[in-house]
């Protein structure tokens, strides 16, 4: 079974579409975590949410918008695609001691969104 | 915000040959850790170092975490063809998000 899965792997779409991006992970992690990696591979986060509760909301615009329905998903919405969305979208989950994270993140294998 | 300065870029080397690579930051951390990514995959944790100083292996793999808290380094031994990907450093506060260095992108010629 996959540790961190995430939906789907491939996205291609045009500007201005609405898409979502699903994860799930079965490792029992309280944290989870949206990042982005651009065209140079830097890897930015954007969101981080610990037991269902939105903890870091990085400088992401509002058409960004996360959900986590239950702490084993976190969900990605983005609304009025631009060109410059394109990217690869990496959700990741950890594990908390003593309410912290370690900082050791296990990721998905990324979804590609290419936008036209 | 904080920085990462990851060196170098990129590296071919021969396989077999020894790789070293670092780390540095204007802040300090409490964790080092680093990671690589395969071609089309998510980027899996290699090594975590949790005290200035510690020096920890994984196999073929050694890590270093700096005694300012502020660098690490990795070296990977007689490379392998497998080797091949981008390692990220990565550096950790606790109460911030974890950082990531720009990643070294390293070629191994058979």
């Known amino acids: 079974d996959t540790a961190v899965s995430q939906t789907p792997k491939y996205l291609v779409t045009q500007m201005g579409n609405d898409k979502s991006i699903k994860c799930e992970q079965n490792?029992?992690?309280?944290?989870m975590y949206w990042y982005k990696q651009d065209s140079k591979k830097f890897l930015k986060i954007m969101f981080s949410?610990?037991?269902?509760?939105?903890?870091i909301n990085e400088t992401v615009p509002n058409r960004f918008s996360p959900k986590s329905p239950d702490k084993a998903h976190l969900n990605l919405h983005i609304n009025s695609l631009e060109l410059g969305d394109s990217a690869v979208y990496f959700c990741?989950?950890?594990?908390?001691?003593?309410?912290?994270?370690?900082?050791?993140?296990?990721f998905g294998e990324g979804s590609r969104l290419t936008v036209l | 915000g904080q920085q990462l300065n990851q060196s170098p870029q990129s590296m071919f080397i021969q396989e077999g040959e020894d790789v070293s690579m670092n780390c540095t930051s204007s802040?300090?951390?409490?964790?080092w850790l680093w990671y690589k990514q395969d071609p089309g995959e998510g980027p899996v944790l290699l090594i975590a170092?949790?005290?200035?100083?510690e020096l920890t292996s994984n196999g073929r793999l050694t890590a270093q975490f700096g005694i300012t808290r502020k660098d690490s380094f990795l070296n990977i031994s007689a490379s392998i063809p497998s080797d091949v990907g981008i390692y990220f450093c990565?550096?950790?506060?606790?109460?911030?998000?974890?950082?990531f260095g720009k990643g070294t992108r390293l070629s191994v010629i058979a």
């Open positions: 990741a989950s950890s594990q908390d001691q003593q309410g912290l994270s370690t900082g050791e993140l296990f």
């Open positions: 490792l029992g992690h309280d944290t």
């Open positions: 949410y610990n037991n269902k509760e939105l903890i």
């Open positions: 802040s300090i951390f409490n964790t």
């Open positions: 170092l949790y005290k200035a100083g």
């Open positions: 990565a550096g950790f506060s606790g109460n911030t998000p974890l950082v």
